[in-house]
Nanobody, 127 residues
Framework: QVQLVESGGGLVQAGGSLRLSCAAS????????MGWFRQAPGKEREFVAA????????YYADSVKGRFTISRDNAKNTVYLQMNSLKPEDTAVYYC????????????????????WGQGTQVTVSS
């Protein structure tokens, strides 16, 4: 069982930066693939980024490549999402997710593959 708590959201102007954090409980955090997803009003939850258990494999949605960076500190049971050059279209509730995925890239990028979710943190980017 893993419990996830996100923090770091807020209001920022376009072009600005935010760093999201996701603190996880559980002694097996280091074994989990960790993902970030987001959901804007009226839209489906979409994949943003993911990290394999040892950060050896990192995955990004095309819309955030070159702007967002996922990282994790297994000693602190925390995964981060550094978001730079933010755009108004990045406005959404951002969710942290975890699972013991082995898995294919498509599975890692699919919200349905994750069993554990945080409560979400709002990110609003003003133009």
């Amino acid at each position: 069982q893993v419990q996830l708590v996100e923090s770091g959201g807020g209001l920022v102007q376009a072009g600005g930066s935010l760093r999201l954090s996701c603190a996880a409980s559980g002694r097996t955090f280091r074994a989990y693939t960790m993902g970030w997803f987001r959901q804007a009003p009226g839209k489906e939850r979409e994949f943003v980024a993911a990290s394999s258990w040892n950060s050896g494999n990192l995955y990004y949605a095309d819309s955030v490549k070159g702007r967002f960076t996922i990282s994790r500190d297994n000693a602190k049971n925390t995964v981060y999402l550094q978001m730079n050059s933010l755009k108004p279209e990045d406005t959404a509730v951002y969710y942290c997710a975890a699972d013991l995925l082995p898995a294919t890239t498509s599975q890692i990028m699919s919200a349905g593959s994750y069993d554990y979710w945080g409560q979400g943190t709002q990110v609003t980017v003003s133009s």
